[in-house]
C-alpha cells in the first residue's frame, strides 16, 4: 500500500446514502491500487458499509469529543470504533467545529484512529497542525463542488499548506480538496505537496463512479 490517500466523503448525497453508500464502498473497495482508498460516510450507513465492503477503510464524517452518557444526539467515538470506523473527519467546512473540540477529540480517540482535520486556509491549518492530527486537509470553501480543482484554482494554497503544516510538525500529513476530480489533479497535489486528497462531488455525482476511481488513482 503506498501512503497516497484518496478519501472520499460521502457528505449527504443521495448517490452516497444507505443502499447507495454501499455500493459505492463495494466500487471502491473493488479497485486495484496501491492508494489508500478511504471512504467517509454518514454515521447511519457505517455498520453497513463496514459489511458491505469489509476490506474497506471507513472513516466518519464528523466525531463529538462525548464519553458515555447523557449526551443525546452527539456522535460518540468509541461507538463509532465499536462499528468498524478506523478515522474521522472533522471541523469540515460544512460541519465546523472550535481547536477546543478538535483537541479534545484527539485525546479521547486511540492513537490508532486517524482523524483528519480540515482547513479552509494556511492559517487554520497550522493551527490544526500544532494539534497533531494525523492529517490536516486544506479545502478552500468557496471551491468545494466546483469544477475547478483547487490544485489548478488555487496551488499556492496545497503548496503553503504543506510548508505550513511540515514547518509545525513532521508528523502531520497533509491533504487537499475541492473540485479534485482526476488523476491529473491527484497527480498535481502530490506535487505541490500533499499526500493525497480529500474529495466528493467527483466520484458521488459521476455517471460512472468506478471509471471516475479508477481515473483517480492512475497516475500514482
Ligand atoms: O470533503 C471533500 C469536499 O468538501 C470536496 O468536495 O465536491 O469539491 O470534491 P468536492
Known amino acids: 500500500m503506498s501512503d497516497h490517500l484518496v478519501v472520499v466523503n460521502f457528505k449527504t448525497y443521495q448517490t452516497a446514502h ?14 486495484e491500487t ?34 458515555f452518557g447523557s449526551n443525546t444526539g452527539w456522535l460518540h467515538p468509541s461507538t463509532a470504533i465499536e462499528r468498524g470506523a478506523s478515522g474521522t473527519l472533522i471541523n469540515h467546512a460544512e460541519h465546523k467545529v472550535s481547536l477546543e473540540h478538535v483537541a479534545m477529540l484527539l485525546e479521547q480517540v486511540p492513537e490508532d484512529f486517524e482523524v483528519c482535520a480540515c482547513a479552509a486556509d494556511v492559517e487554520e491549518a497550522r493551527a490544526l497542525a500544532a494539534l497533531e492530527p494525523g492529517f490536516v486537509a486544506v479545502e478552500p470553501p468557496e471551491l468545494i463542488g466546483g469544477d ?41 497535489a502530490n506535487d505541490l505537496g500533499a499526500s493525497g486528497v480529500l474529495l466528493a462531488s467527483g466520484v458521488t455525482k459521476s455517471d460512472d463512479p468506478v471509471a471516475s476511481l479508477k481515473d483517480l488513482v492512475s497516475l500514482l
Do not use: Y
Open 18 to 31: 444507505g443502499a447507495s453508500a454501499e455500493d459505492l464502498a463495494r466500487a471502491m473497495e473493488s479497485i
Open 34 to 67: 496501491d492508494a489508500r482508498m478511504i471512504a467517509a460516510v454518514s454515521a447511519f450507513d457505517l455498520s453497513a458499509v463496514v459489511a458491505a465492503a469489509p476490506n474497506l477503510e471507513v472513516w466518519c464524517q464528523h466525531l463529538d469529543p462525548v464519553g
Open 148 to 188: 475547478v480543482s483547487v490544485t489548478s484554482a488555487d496551488p499556492e494554497i496545497v503548496s503553503g499548506t504543506a510548508q505550513a503544516v511540515k514547518d509545525v510538525s513532521g508528523s502531520v500529513g497533509i491533504l487537499c480538496g475541492a473540485g479534485v476530480k482526476t488523476g491529473a489533479d491527484v497527480a498535481k
